[in-house]
């Protein structure tokens, strides 16, 4: 008796243990399937959607970074404001004062140092006011080098784990660029738009977000920063990154569709 009894709990046993294993997989571990299909969705679409904003934050970070470090820009804008006259400098001299801005941004020096000569005097170009303020232009400077660097190195990631995947889905990277171009685009419109409705306020809101002091606010009539570089000048500039960063866009974007409606 005692053995049938315990051959029964044995019985019993094994019969509850089928049951749990059951349960665990027609229950348990579609359950977790599905969460773990519902993440990786999650993240695709997570890493597309970066993949997109990294493709336009690049774009106009890389326009920036051109832009600054574009002597010509500076000289155009020397000879179209008429700087020459505003400051009182030679050519020459206003030629090492671009040299000058561009070295130090992309100089490891905390603060700036130009000396100029003018009527056969030679003095430092900056006050105290814009050698500290210049020093925060500086730091963002290199902040759109830091952003430059960290979406070049991401677009590159995905990049390479898009194509490595089987099959490879060159679809979904076209589709990613053309997500990013129709981003930058609606971007640089809306600020294209705000620029021709009022520029100078738009220019001073950017101030007020990225400065956490007032040496910005400069005196035209006797810092030299401001003569250089008159109001007129920065809605050039602001200009000729909307619109480069704009057709860079609309470039990219046309070929990512021309792709998407191609291999259909």
Request: charged fraction near 15%.
């Amino acid at each position: 008796m005692r053995r049938r009894t315990a051959n029964y709990d044995n019985l019993d046993w094994l019969a509850g243990k089928k049951v749990h294993l059951k349960v665990a997989q027609n229950v348990i571990m579609p359950y977790f399937g599905g969460i773990s299909n519902i993440l990786k969705i999650f993240f695709t679409n997570l890493a597309k959607a970066l993949f997109a904003v990294s493709l336009a934050t690049v774009i106009l970070s890389g326009v920036l970074a051109v832009a600054f470090n574009s002597r010509a820009l500076y000289l155009y804008g020397f000879q179209k404001y008429n700087v020459a006259a505003t400051t009182g400098l030679s050519q020459t001299e206003l030629n090492k004062a671009a040299t000058g801005l561009i070295s130090y941004f992309n100089s490891g020096e905390e603060f700036i140092n130009i000396s100029v000569t003018k009527d056969g005097q030679t003095f430092e170009l900056f006050n105290e006011r814009e050698i500290v303020h210049l020093k925060d232009v500086k730091g963002l400077f290199w902040l759109d080098y830091r952003v430059l660097a960290i979406g070049l190195a991401y677009i590159l990631g995905f990049i390479l784990w898009t194509v490595s995947r089987k099959p490879r889905r060159w679809r979904e990277l076209a589709g990613g660029i053309l997500g990013g171009s129709a981003l930058l685009l609606g971007v640089m419109a809306a600020l294209g738009i705000a620029s021709a409705i009022n520029f100078n306020w738009l220019f001073y809101q950017f101030h007020f977000i990225s400065f956490a002091n007032d040496f910005w606010m400069l005196d035209p009539t006797r810092d030299y920063l401001i003569m250089l570089f008159p109001s007129g000048f920065w809605f050039d500039v602001f200009i000729y990154c909307v619109v480069a960063a704009g057709v860079i866009s609309v470039v990219l974007g046309m070929l990512a569709w021309r792709y998407l409606a191609r291999s259909k």
